[in-house]
């Protein structure tokens, strides 16, 4: 039996979520402060939640221990 488990990165498992087809789903970034300058359309584009990019996925995965 293995002596040491991974543990998941605690930053990535609050920001990210999986999805039911293994996909990560992300909150967009910029949206905190600053607001007065960004139009009105750019702040609704940034509620909507995206996809993570397959680049990324192998390695958020690895810190989900997933």
């Known amino acids: 039996m293995a002596k040491n488990k ?3 990165h ?3 498992m609050k920001r990210i979520r999986l999805t039911a087809s293994g996909k990560a789903k992300r909150n967009k970034a910029y949206k905190s402060h600053i607001l007065n300058k960004k139009t009105a359309k750019r702040k609704r ?3 909507q939640a995206t996809l993570l990019s ?3 996925l192998k390695r958020i995965k690895r810190a989900m221990a997933k």
Do not use: I
Request: net charge positive; charged share 35%; glycine share 24%.
């Open 10 to 12: 605690r930053g990535a």
């Open 6 to 8: 991974m543990k998941s």
């Open 45 to 47: 584009g940034l509620r």
């Open 54 to 56: 397959g680049a990324d």
